[in-house]
T-cell receptor, first 113, second 112 residues
Framework: KQEVTQIPAALSVPEGENLVLNCSFTDSAIYNLQWFRQDPGKGLTSLLLIQSSQREQTSGRLNASLDKSSGRSTLYIAASQPGDSATYLCAVRPLDSSYKLIFGSGTRLLVRP | KAGVTQTPRYLIKTRGQQVTLSCSPISGHRSVSWYQQTPGQGLQFLFEYFSETQRNKGNFPGRFSGRQFSNSRSEMNVSTLELGDSALYLC???????????FGPGTRLTVT
């Protein structure tokens, strides 16, 4: 059974720091992995999608990597800003035909001015 | 291009009642998925529809049901509401169920 873990559960950093969020999954048979951001009480905003054949994806200050064989993904945020404060969720899509995402519990990020 | 829309945004119901939530996907997307988010359980998959067919259902009781219309809009229904059904219900759309998922703002359901 696929399980997704995100550590740490919460992170507080000063503005300007580069930071890394971690996501691990137990079954490497995935179709893709997606990173989301969620602001309190709001829906999910898609940040990056990495297909299983890819190693990384970049969008602006965000870079996500995928090591399928070791069951790990990282989200790198460069030069963090207070506006980056949110909960970051990773989700994997299993290779089976379940048509669903399996989510981690998220990392709550606070960027202090 | 308009994003995923969900109505209503907030609902307050009492135990035993039923509720219907609506989701309009991004134009051209034929797959709609529903998720329940609670502080204790996180995000859990409810079901997925593609071209009016339910392709998968999560581990929820039969009180939770859904459907999809020919224009890809989807509804989910919860009957005989329980206090534990209080949650944020999120809808997501994608082209075919495998590509990038785009989520709506959610419907906050409170059961009293």
């Amino acid at each position: 059974k696929q399980e997704v873990t995100q550590i740490p559960a919460a992170l507080s950093v000063p503005e300007g720091e580069n930071l890394v969020l971690n996501c691990s999954f137990t079954d490497s048979a995935i179709y893709n992995l997606q990173w989301f951001r969620q602001d309190p009480g709001k829906g999910l905003t898609s940040l990056l999608l990495i297909q299983s054949s890819q190693r990384e994806q970049t969008s602006g200050r965000l870079n996500a990597s995928l090591d399928k064989s070791s069951g790990r993904s990282t989200l790198y945020i460069a030069a963090s800003q207070p506006g980056d404060s949110a909960t970051y969720l990773c989700a994997v899509r299993p290779l089976d035909s379940s048509y669903k995402l399996i989510f981690g519990s998220g990392t709550r990020l606070l960027v202090r001015p | 291009k308009a994003g995923v829309t969900q109505t209503p945004r907030y609902l307050i119901k009492t135990r035993g009642q039923q509720v219907t939530l609506s989701c309009s996907p991004i134009s051209g997307h034929r797959s709609v998925s529903w998720y329940q988010q609670t502080p204790g359980q996180g995000l859990q998959f409810l079901f997925e529809y593609f071209s009016e067919t339910q392709r998968n259902k999560g581990n929820f009781p039969g009180r939770f049901s859904g459907r999809q219309f020919s224009n890809s809009r989807s509804e989910m229904n919860v009957s005989t509401l329980e206090l534990g059904d209080s949650a944020l219900y999120l809808c997501a759309s994608s082209l075919d169920g495998f590509y990038e998922q785009y989520f709506g703002p959610g419907t906050r359901l409170t059961v009293t």
